[in-house]
C-alpha cells in the first residue's frame, strides 16, 4: 500500500481543493454560503489570514485535504474542509491529514482547535474522536446550517503552568466570540493533567 506524502497549497489547487469538498458535501447536504467563501477563495478567506491548506497526495494524485482557518483570538485555529476522495477512503489519508494538521497548529504557536461537523458523518467523528477532540459543553452559533456537532483540542507549552499563571482555558471564541463558562475551565485542567500531548516531530510542510 502506498504511503500518501502531505504538502502545502500551491498555486492552482483551488479546483480540486472545491472538488474533493464537494464530493462530500452533496453527497448529504447543498453548499452554503460559507461554503462557497472558503472553496471559491481559499487564498483569501484562509491563506492571507494566517491559515493554510493541506493536501494529501497518492501515486502523483491528490485524494484529501484540510484547512486551518486562524480564528479571532489569534492563537486559536478551525479545523476545517477536511476531504478525502471515495478511492482514497480507508487508507488512513483523514488521519494522517489530521495529525499534521494537528503538529501544524503547534508549529504555528496555536493554543486550541476547534471543529464544525455533522451527526450524520459517523467516520468523520470517529476520526475527530480519535484526534483527542471533545465536544463542547455549550454550542456556539454557526455560519452553516448543517452544523450539529462542535468540539474542540487544546495544545498548550507547559499545560499546567499556563493554566495556573494565566487563566486562559476552555474553548476559543468562535464566531460569536463567545467564553467559556467556569466548568469548562475546571474540566479542561482535569483533563489536561491526565492528557498533555507528547511533544511530536515536525510534520512535512
Known amino acids: 500500500m502506498s504511503v500518501p506524502i502531505l504538502r502545502d497549497f500551491q498555486p492552482g489547487d483551488q479546483p480540486i481543493f472545491r472538488q474533493l469538498n464537494e464530493e462530500w458535501i452533496f453527497q448529504y447536504f447543498t453548499l452554503e454560503p460559507a461554503d462557497l467563501k472558503a472553496l471559491d477563495h ?17 501515486s ?7 484547512a486551518l482557518i486562524k480564528m479571532a483570538d489569534g492563537s486559536s485555529y478551525e479545523l476545517a474542509k ?7 477512503q480507508g487508507q488512513q489519508v483523514g488521519y494522517l491529514l489530521g495529525q499534521a494538521a ?14 464544525e461537523s455533522n451527526s450524520k458523518l459517523t467516520p468523520a467523528l470517529a476520526l475527530y ?3 483527542g477532540f471533545q465536544d463542547l459543553a455549550q454550542s456556539n ?33 468562535t464566531h460569536a466570540q463567545r467564553l467559556p463558562a467556569r466548568g469548562q475551565c ?13 511533544t511530536a516531530p515536525r510534520a512535512r510542510p
Open 42 to 58: 481559499p487564498e483569501e478567506y484562509i491563506l492571507q489570514l494566517g491559515g493554510c491548506i493541506l493536501f494529501a497526495e497518492l
Open 82 to 88: 477536511m476531504a478525502v476522495s471515495p478511492a482514497a
Open 102 to 115: 494537528m503538529q501544524r497548529v503547534r508549529d504555528l504557536g496555536g493554543h486550541r482547535v476547534y471543529l
Open 129 to 131: 474522536r480519535k484526534l
Open 141 to 173: 452559533p454557526s455560519p452553516y446550517m448543517r452544523a450539529d456537532v462542535q468540539r474542540w483540542n487544546c495544545y498548550w507549552p507547559d499545560n499546567d503552568a499556563y493554566i495556573r499563571n494565566s487563566g486562559r482555558c476552555g474553548p476559543p471564541r
Open 60 to 66: 502523483g494524485q491528490v485524494v484529501g485535504t484540510c
Open 186 to 198: 475546571l474540566e479542561l485542567r482535569a483533563h489536561l493533567a491526565a492528557h498533555a500531548p507528547p
